[in-house]
């Protein structure tokens, strides 16, 4: 839909790869400026090189409040406004509960769930400055719902992200901000490469999928305009899945791709 987005200051919290990437491009193409922020910056100058001037990466560790601040006082510094925000980055380290370290822990949900948080506060806190309102779209998962062996950090950082959307929509309403979530299933990106590299655990994952296979990452995109946009107006605090009716099948058991239990007590 070109022109939706025209005019509007759209941040992306791990907008370098996967998700973010698509959230970005697509932001772009319907009239966006883009702040793309993340780690990998190698990846936002090629980026930058291919969409132009409407589109600036900034270093970012969304661990690191102060790096979240800065990336939003970037925007508003270039462009003098955020209109739309959208929390991406994510990533995991698997283990069982019993073999999980303390530092994988921390590591999967302070950037699955404190990443969020951080890019919840202060976008909220300049959109509240403006007094114009805006939209926030935060990427949770499927396995928000559905648990997965090996998954604890991940399944419970993304149960937090539902959470923390729908208290995000409660707390933020009055100041006409709006807040959702999307919940998507298997989606082909860096992160999810592992599965797809092994043909056994794809197959597994597609069998669980009655849509038949998994999502690339503009079918992800699409919908979370979608909630930033003023098509969904009325919509805040809602939690979008989008899984290819994956939620109504089950996960598959990921045992034989993880191995057995290394505690033995």
Partial sequence: ???????????????????????ARRLH???????????????L????????????????????EAHVEAAIATA?????ALDTAFNVAGASRPGYIVDLSEAEWDFTVDLCLKGVFLGMKHQARQMMRQKTGGTIVNIASLNAHVPMHAGSAYVSAKAGV??????????????????????????????????????????AFTARIPMGRPAQPEEIAAPALYLASDDASYI??????????????????????????????
């Fill in 45 to 64: 100058r090629d980026v930058e090189t291919e969409l132009g001037p409407r589109f600036i990466g900034v270093d970012a560790d969304v661990t690191r």
């Fill in 162 to 203: 539902e959470a923390l959307s729908k208290n995000g929509a409660l707390e933020f309403a009055e100041y006409g901000i709006r807040v959702n979530a999307i919940l998507p299933g298997l989606v082909q990106t860096p992160l999810t490469r592992r599965h797809f590299d092994n043909p056994d655990a794809l197959a």
């Fill in 1 to 23: 839909m070109p022109g939706r987005f025209k005019q509007k200051i759209a941040v992306v919290m791990g907008g370098a790869s996967g998700i973010g990437l698509a959230i």
């Fill in 76 to 80: 508003v510094d270039r462009f003098g």
């Fill in 29 to 43: 193409a319907e009239g966006a400026t883009v702040i793309a922020a993340d780690v990998n910056q190698d990846a």
């Fill in 236 to 265: 805040s605090g809602a939690s979008l899945l989008v899984d290819g009716a994956w939620a109504v099948s089950g996960y598959p058991d990921m045992r034989p791709f993880r191995g057995p239990v290394k505690w033995n007590g």
